[in-house]
Protein backbone atom coordinates (compact mmCIF):
# COMPACT_ATOMS: atom_id res chain seq x y z
CA UNK A 1 0.00 0.00 0.00
CA UNK A 2 2.71 2.11 0.60
CA UNK A 3 3.67 2.63 -2.59
CA UNK A 4 0.13 3.64 -3.87
CA UNK A 5 0.44 5.85 -0.87
CA UNK A 6 3.59 7.36 -2.49
CA UNK A 7 2.11 7.83 -5.81
CA UNK A 8 -1.03 9.44 -5.23
CA UNK A 9 0.92 11.84 -2.81
CA UNK A 10 3.06 12.84 -5.92
CA UNK A 11 0.01 12.94 -8.13
CA UNK A 12 -1.26 15.53 -5.56
CA UNK A 13 2.23 17.94 -5.69
CA UNK A 14 2.04 17.76 -9.31
CA UNK A 15 -1.67 18.92 -9.63
CA UNK A 16 -0.98 21.74 -7.39
CA UNK A 17 2.29 22.92 -8.96
CA UNK A 18 0.34 22.56 -12.41
CA UNK A 19 -2.94 24.61 -11.15
CA UNK A 20 -0.50 27.35 -9.40
CA UNK A 21 1.36 27.49 -13.04
CA UNK A 22 -2.22 27.95 -14.53
CA UNK A 23 -3.74 29.66 -11.83
CA UNK A 24 -3.82 33.50 -14.05
CA UNK A 25 -5.06 31.43 -17.27
CA UNK A 26 -8.26 29.73 -15.42
CA UNK A 27 -8.92 32.93 -13.83
CA UNK A 28 -9.17 35.02 -17.16
CA UNK A 29 -11.52 31.97 -18.26
CA UNK A 30 -13.36 32.33 -15.68
CA UNK A 31 -13.56 35.97 -16.08
CA UNK A 32 -15.33 36.21 -18.88
CA UNK A 33 -18.08 33.76 -17.44
CA UNK A 34 -18.10 33.54 -13.71
CA UNK A 35 -16.45 35.45 -10.91
CA UNK A 36 -13.03 35.07 -11.78
CA UNK A 37 -11.87 32.98 -8.49
CA UNK A 38 -11.78 30.25 -9.88
CA UNK A 39 -7.90 30.29 -10.68
CA UNK A 40 -7.13 31.67 -6.95
CA UNK A 41 -9.39 29.52 -5.26
CA UNK A 42 -8.09 25.78 -6.82
CA UNK A 43 -4.17 27.46 -6.57
CA UNK A 44 -5.33 27.97 -2.97
CA UNK A 45 -6.92 24.91 -2.20
CA UNK A 46 -4.71 22.24 -3.97
CA UNK A 47 -1.84 24.10 -2.35
CA UNK A 48 -3.26 23.27 1.15
CA UNK A 49 -4.46 19.70 -0.47
CA UNK A 50 -0.42 18.91 -1.13
CA UNK A 51 0.94 20.00 1.96
CA UNK A 52 -2.30 17.71 4.08
CA UNK A 53 -0.57 14.95 2.01
CA UNK A 54 2.84 15.29 2.15
CA UNK A 55 2.14 15.31 6.06
CA UNK A 56 0.55 12.07 6.29
CA UNK A 57 2.52 9.22 7.75
CA UNK A 58 3.05 6.38 5.17
CA UNK A 59 -0.43 6.23 4.58
CA UNK A 60 -2.82 4.42 1.91
CA UNK A 61 -3.84 5.61 -0.97
CA UNK A 62 -7.70 5.72 0.22
CA UNK A 63 -6.18 8.29 3.30
CA UNK A 64 -4.55 10.35 0.41
CA UNK A 65 -7.53 10.75 -1.31
CA UNK A 66 -9.86 11.33 1.64
CA UNK A 67 -7.41 13.45 3.33
CA UNK A 68 -6.91 15.63 0.10
CA UNK A 69 -10.89 15.82 -0.60
CA UNK A 70 -11.76 17.04 3.22
CA UNK A 71 -9.06 20.14 2.62
CA UNK A 72 -10.23 21.04 -1.13
CA UNK A 73 -13.96 21.09 0.70
CA UNK A 74 -12.64 23.88 3.24
CA UNK A 75 -9.95 25.76 1.33
CA UNK A 76 -11.52 26.19 -2.26
CA UNK A 77 -15.03 27.71 -1.77
CA UNK A 78 -17.78 28.07 -3.88
CA UNK A 79 -18.67 25.23 -5.81
CA UNK A 80 -15.77 23.86 -6.77
CA UNK A 81 -15.15 22.95 -2.93
CA UNK A 82 -18.16 20.68 -2.63
CA UNK A 83 -17.73 19.23 -6.47
CA UNK A 84 -13.93 18.70 -6.45
CA UNK A 85 -12.99 17.94 -3.00
CA UNK A 86 -16.57 16.48 -1.63
CA UNK A 87 -17.01 14.20 -5.06
CA UNK A 88 -13.00 12.83 -3.66
CA UNK A 89 -13.79 12.16 -0.44
CA UNK A 90 -16.75 10.01 -1.01
CA UNK A 91 -14.70 8.24 -4.37
CA UNK A 92 -11.74 7.56 -1.98
CA UNK A 93 -13.63 4.12 -0.45
CA UNK A 94 -13.25 3.04 -3.96
CA UNK A 95 -9.32 2.56 -3.42
CA UNK A 96 -9.70 0.80 -0.72
CA UNK A 97 -7.16 -2.18 -1.15
CA UNK A 98 -4.60 0.22 -3.41
CA UNK A 99 -4.91 1.26 -6.68
CA UNK A 100 -5.21 -1.10 -9.99
CA UNK A 101 -7.24 -1.00 -12.79
CA UNK A 102 -10.59 -2.12 -11.08
CA UNK A 103 -10.21 0.47 -8.02
CA UNK A 104 -9.48 2.86 -10.60
CA UNK A 105 -12.21 2.25 -12.75
CA UNK A 106 -14.65 2.10 -9.82
CA UNK A 107 -12.95 5.61 -8.58
CA UNK A 108 -13.49 7.41 -11.76
CA UNK A 109 -16.92 5.93 -12.12
CA UNK A 110 -17.86 7.26 -8.32
CA UNK A 111 -16.31 10.39 -9.11
CA UNK A 112 -18.66 11.17 -11.77
CA UNK A 113 -21.61 10.11 -10.62
CA UNK A 114 -21.19 12.59 -7.43
CA UNK A 115 -19.81 15.43 -9.52
CA UNK A 116 -22.79 14.99 -11.38
CA UNK A 117 -25.92 14.47 -8.99
CA UNK A 118 -24.16 17.11 -6.49
CA UNK A 119 -23.97 19.62 -9.63
CA UNK A 120 -27.11 18.25 -10.86
CA UNK A 121 -25.18 19.25 -14.14
CA UNK A 122 -25.25 16.47 -17.56
CA UNK A 123 -22.95 16.22 -20.70
CA UNK A 124 -23.98 19.67 -22.13
CA UNK A 125 -24.41 21.89 -19.83
CA UNK A 126 -20.99 23.61 -20.26
CA UNK A 127 -19.16 22.13 -16.71
CA UNK A 128 -16.51 19.88 -15.43
CA UNK A 129 -18.83 17.07 -16.39
CA UNK A 130 -18.37 17.73 -20.21
CA UNK A 131 -14.07 16.69 -19.85
CA UNK A 132 -14.68 14.01 -16.84
CA UNK A 133 -17.66 12.01 -18.90
CA UNK A 134 -16.11 10.75 -22.03
CA UNK A 135 -13.10 10.48 -20.12
CA UNK A 136 -14.09 8.57 -17.12
CA UNK A 137 -16.09 6.39 -19.99
CA UNK A 138 -13.03 6.03 -22.24
CA UNK A 139 -10.69 4.85 -18.86
CA UNK A 140 -13.58 2.17 -18.50
CA UNK A 141 -14.15 1.10 -21.90
CA UNK A 142 -10.15 1.26 -22.19
CA UNK A 143 -9.23 -1.18 -19.66
CA UNK A 144 -12.44 -3.61 -19.21
CA UNK A 145 -13.38 -4.04 -23.54
CA UNK A 146 -9.90 -3.28 -25.34
CA UNK A 147 -8.05 -4.62 -22.58
CA UNK A 148 -5.48 -1.94 -22.63
CA UNK A 149 -2.73 -1.31 -19.93
CA UNK A 150 -3.90 1.55 -17.19
CA UNK A 151 -1.39 3.85 -18.14
CA UNK A 152 -2.72 3.46 -21.89
CA UNK A 153 -6.18 3.41 -20.95
CA UNK A 154 -5.49 6.81 -18.77
CA UNK A 155 -3.99 8.78 -21.74
CA UNK A 156 -7.06 8.05 -23.68
CA UNK A 157 -9.00 9.73 -20.94
CA UNK A 158 -6.63 12.42 -20.99
CA UNK A 159 -7.54 12.80 -24.84
CA UNK A 160 -11.18 12.41 -24.58
CA UNK A 161 -10.95 15.12 -22.12
CA UNK A 162 -9.07 17.19 -23.97
CA UNK A 163 -11.88 17.22 -26.55
CA UNK A 164 -14.24 17.50 -24.03
CA UNK A 165 -12.96 20.67 -22.66
CA UNK A 166 -13.30 22.28 -26.41
CA UNK A 167 -16.81 20.87 -26.58
CA UNK A 168 -17.72 23.42 -23.82
CA UNK A 169 -16.42 26.44 -26.14
CA UNK A 170 -19.74 26.16 -28.34
CA UNK A 171 -22.18 25.56 -25.68
CA UNK A 172 -24.57 26.98 -23.92
CA UNK A 173 -23.61 27.23 -19.70
CA UNK A 174 -26.45 25.25 -18.12
CA UNK A 175 -25.50 25.10 -14.68
CA UNK A 176 -23.14 27.43 -12.30
CA UNK A 177 -23.15 31.60 -12.80
CA UNK A 178 -22.06 30.99 -16.12
CA UNK A 179 -25.66 30.10 -16.76
CA UNK A 180 -27.07 33.41 -15.71
CA UNK A 181 -25.35 34.69 -18.89
CA UNK A 182 -28.04 32.59 -20.87
CA UNK A 183 -26.50 32.89 -24.71
CA UNK A 184 -23.77 35.38 -24.19
CA UNK A 185 -22.11 31.80 -22.79
CA UNK A 186 -21.48 30.56 -25.83
CA UNK A 187 -18.06 30.98 -27.30
CA UNK A 188 -15.70 30.26 -23.86
CA UNK A 189 -14.30 27.39 -22.85
CA UNK A 190 -15.15 26.25 -19.22
CA UNK A 191 -12.71 26.89 -16.04
CA UNK A 192 -14.23 23.64 -14.28
CA UNK A 193 -13.56 21.51 -17.30
CA UNK A 194 -9.98 22.99 -18.14
CA UNK A 195 -8.83 22.48 -14.21
CA UNK A 196 -10.38 18.75 -14.46
CA UNK A 197 -7.98 18.49 -17.56
CA UNK A 198 -5.05 19.55 -16.01
CA UNK A 199 -5.70 17.28 -12.86
CA UNK A 200 -6.14 13.85 -15.42
CA UNK A 201 -2.66 15.40 -17.59
CA UNK A 202 -1.04 15.41 -14.13
CA UNK A 203 -1.99 11.97 -13.26
CA UNK A 204 -0.90 10.61 -16.75
CA UNK A 205 2.26 12.22 -16.01
CA UNK A 206 3.01 11.07 -12.26
CA UNK A 207 1.95 7.23 -13.51
CA UNK A 208 4.19 7.58 -16.41
CA UNK A 209 7.23 8.74 -14.48
CA UNK A 210 6.71 6.33 -11.80
CA UNK A 211 6.47 3.65 -14.04
CA UNK A 212 9.28 5.26 -15.78
CA UNK A 213 8.04 5.37 -19.55
CA UNK A 214 7.18 7.90 -21.77
CA UNK A 215 3.44 9.03 -21.14
CA UNK A 216 1.58 7.71 -24.53
CA UNK A 217 -0.03 9.91 -26.68
CA UNK A 218 -3.58 8.73 -27.36
CA UNK A 219 -4.05 7.88 -31.08
CA UNK A 220 -6.48 10.58 -31.87
CA UNK A 221 -7.57 8.85 -35.14
CA UNK A 222 -8.89 5.96 -32.67
CA UNK A 223 -12.39 5.75 -31.35
CA UNK A 224 -12.66 6.80 -27.63
CA UNK A 225 -15.90 7.25 -27.23
CA UNK A 226 -17.70 4.44 -25.75
CA UNK A 227 -20.12 2.64 -28.50
CA UNK A 228 -23.10 1.32 -26.73
CA UNK A 229 -25.03 0.64 -30.01
CA UNK A 230 -25.33 -3.16 -29.68
CA UNK A 231 -25.59 -3.07 -33.46
CA UNK A 232 -22.24 -1.65 -34.08
CA UNK A 233 -20.18 -4.72 -34.94
CA UNK A 234 -22.70 -5.70 -37.57
CA UNK A 235 -22.25 -2.25 -39.49
CA UNK A 236 -18.83 -2.25 -40.24
CA UNK A 237 -18.57 -4.71 -42.85
CA UNK A 238 -16.78 -2.73 -45.83
CA UNK A 239 -18.43 -5.21 -48.40
CA UNK A 240 -21.84 -4.65 -47.30
CA UNK A 241 -24.24 -3.15 -49.93
CA UNK A 242 -26.02 -0.62 -49.12
CA UNK A 243 -29.85 -1.68 -48.82
CA UNK A 244 -32.68 -1.40 -51.07
CA UNK A 245 -30.55 -0.42 -54.35
CA UNK B 1 -37.51 15.28 18.79
CA UNK B 2 -36.38 16.93 15.32
CA UNK B 3 -33.33 19.27 15.78
CA UNK B 4 -32.69 22.36 12.87
CA UNK B 5 -29.69 23.06 11.19
CA UNK B 6 -29.81 27.13 9.32
CA UNK B 7 -26.94 27.28 6.57
CA UNK B 8 -26.04 31.04 5.26
CA UNK B 9 -22.91 32.00 3.47
CA UNK B 10 -22.49 34.76 6.05
CA UNK B 11 -22.14 33.32 9.72
CA UNK B 12 -23.90 36.54 10.79
CA UNK B 13 -27.20 35.55 8.98
CA UNK B 14 -27.34 32.22 10.18
CA UNK B 15 -26.82 33.37 13.55
CA UNK B 16 -29.56 36.19 12.74
CA UNK B 17 -32.32 33.62 11.26
CA UNK B 18 -31.54 30.78 14.13
CA UNK B 19 -32.49 33.60 16.26
CA UNK B 20 -35.54 34.87 14.97
CA UNK B 21 -37.15 31.14 14.43
CA UNK B 22 -36.03 30.50 17.63
CA UNK B 23 -38.49 32.54 19.42
CA UNK B 24 -41.02 29.83 17.54
CA UNK B 25 -39.21 26.80 18.41
CA UNK B 26 -39.72 25.60 21.97
CA UNK B 27 -36.70 23.60 23.27
CA UNK B 28 -35.98 22.25 19.80
CA UNK B 29 -32.44 22.23 19.04
CA UNK B 30 -31.72 25.07 16.37
CA UNK B 31 -28.12 25.68 15.36
CA UNK B 32 -26.49 28.32 13.02
CA UNK B 33 -23.29 27.72 10.93
CA UNK B 34 -22.15 29.82 7.87
CA UNK B 35 -19.19 31.33 6.35
CA UNK B 36 -15.63 30.06 5.31
CA UNK B 37 -14.11 29.46 8.83
CA UNK B 38 -11.88 32.38 8.12
CA UNK B 39 -14.13 35.48 8.72
CA UNK B 40 -15.40 35.69 5.17
CA UNK B 41 -18.32 34.67 3.27
CA UNK B 42 -18.83 30.95 2.56
CA UNK B 43 -19.59 27.59 3.63
CA UNK B 44 -17.84 24.43 5.15
CA UNK B 45 -19.11 21.47 4.60
CA UNK B 46 -17.06 19.84 8.12
CA UNK B 47 -18.69 23.12 10.05
CA UNK B 48 -22.22 21.94 8.43
CA UNK B 49 -21.65 18.32 9.43
CA UNK B 50 -20.90 19.25 13.22
CA UNK B 51 -24.10 21.65 13.32
CA UNK B 52 -26.17 18.87 11.72
CA UNK B 53 -24.78 16.43 14.67
CA UNK B 54 -25.08 19.18 17.70
CA UNK B 55 -28.47 19.74 16.45
CA UNK B 56 -29.25 15.30 16.30
CA UNK B 57 -28.30 15.69 20.05
CA UNK B 58 -24.70 14.41 19.23
CA UNK B 59 -20.92 15.41 19.88
CA UNK B 60 -18.21 16.60 17.99
CA UNK B 61 -17.47 13.05 16.74
CA UNK B 62 -21.41 12.60 15.53
CA UNK B 63 -22.12 9.68 17.64
CA UNK B 64 -24.35 6.23 17.47
CA UNK B 65 -26.82 7.07 14.51
CA UNK B 66 -29.70 5.39 16.99
CA UNK B 67 -29.58 7.84 19.65
CA UNK B 68 -28.71 10.49 16.93
CA UNK B 69 -32.15 12.79 16.33
CA UNK B 70 -33.25 13.47 13.06
CA UNK B 71 -32.14 17.06 11.48
CA UNK B 72 -33.69 19.38 8.41
CA UNK B 73 -31.40 21.64 7.38
CA UNK B 74 -32.10 24.96 6.06
CA UNK B 75 -29.59 26.73 3.21
CA UNK B 76 -29.16 29.90 1.95
CA UNK B 77 -27.77 29.67 -1.69
CA UNK B 78 -25.75 28.34 -5.12
CA UNK B 79 -22.69 26.53 -3.41
CA UNK B 80 -24.47 26.82 0.41
CA UNK B 81 -26.74 23.51 -1.05
CA UNK B 82 -23.92 21.62 -2.24
CA UNK B 83 -22.00 21.86 0.65
CA UNK B 84 -24.94 21.02 2.80
CA UNK B 85 -25.56 18.12 0.71
CA UNK B 86 -22.06 16.94 1.32
CA UNK B 87 -22.25 17.34 5.06
CA UNK B 88 -25.85 15.41 4.98
CA UNK B 89 -23.94 12.61 3.26
CA UNK B 90 -20.58 12.77 5.54
CA UNK B 91 -23.35 12.66 9.08
CA UNK B 92 -24.38 10.10 10.91
CA UNK B 93 -27.25 11.64 11.65
CA UNK B 94 -30.61 11.04 9.84
CA UNK B 95 -30.58 14.83 8.17
CA UNK B 96 -32.64 16.30 4.69
CA UNK B 97 -32.56 19.57 3.20
CA UNK B 98 -35.73 21.50 2.92
CA UNK B 99 -36.28 23.40 -0.47
CA UNK B 100 -37.47 26.54 0.87
CA UNK B 101 -36.24 30.13 1.61
CA UNK B 102 -34.16 30.24 4.35
CA UNK B 103 -35.88 32.72 6.65
CA UNK B 104 -39.59 31.83 6.40
CA UNK B 105 -38.51 28.21 6.31
CA UNK B 106 -36.43 28.04 9.17
CA UNK B 107 -39.11 29.67 11.30
CA UNK B 108 -42.14 27.40 9.20
CA UNK B 109 -39.66 24.41 10.32
CA UNK B 110 -39.52 25.77 14.01
CA UNK B 111 -42.94 25.73 14.53
CA UNK B 112 -44.02 22.18 13.16
CA UNK B 113 -40.69 21.02 15.49
CA UNK B 114 -42.62 21.67 18.27
CA UNK B 115 -45.59 19.48 17.39
CA UNK B 116 -45.15 16.64 19.89
CA UNK B 117 -45.67 13.75 16.56
CA UNK B 118 -43.68 16.18 14.46
CA UNK B 119 -41.22 13.59 12.44
CA UNK B 120 -38.31 14.80 10.19
CA UNK B 121 -41.02 14.89 7.09
CA UNK B 122 -43.44 16.65 8.89
CA UNK B 123 -41.07 19.14 9.58
CA UNK B 124 -39.41 19.37 6.35
CA UNK B 125 -42.50 19.67 4.68
CA UNK B 126 -43.84 22.40 6.85
CA UNK B 127 -40.20 24.28 5.81
CA UNK B 128 -41.47 24.03 2.53
CA UNK B 129 -44.46 25.15 2.79
CA UNK B 130 -42.71 28.37 3.31
CA UNK B 131 -42.05 28.69 -0.79
CA UNK B 132 -45.65 29.88 -1.08
CA UNK B 133 -46.08 32.31 1.17
CA UNK B 134 -47.21 35.63 -0.27
CA UNK B 135 -45.87 39.08 1.56
CA UNK B 136 -48.43 41.13 -0.40
Not at chain 1, 44 to 64: I, Y
Not at chain 1, 221 to 243: F, G, K, L, R, V
Amino acid sequence: MTGDGAAVVAAVGAVAERIQAERDHLTELDSAIGDADHGGNMARGWAAAAEAARDLDDPDAETVAKTVGKTLMSEVGGASGPLFGGSLVFAAAELDGGVDAETAVAFAETYLEKVEDRGDARVGDQTMVDALTPAVHTFKKSIETDGLPPIEALAKAVDAAERGVAFTVPIRARKGRASYLGWRSVGHQDPGATSALFILEELLAVAAERLGVDAPRADATSPTIPDDDPDAEASDDSDAAPEGD
Amino acid sequence: MVGIVVVSHSERAAEGIAEIAAEMAGDTPIEPVGGDGKGGIGTVPDAIEAAIDAAAGGDESGGDPEDLDPVVVLVDLGSAVMNADVAVELSDAEAVIADAPVLEGAVNAAVAATDPSATVESVREQAEAARDVDKL
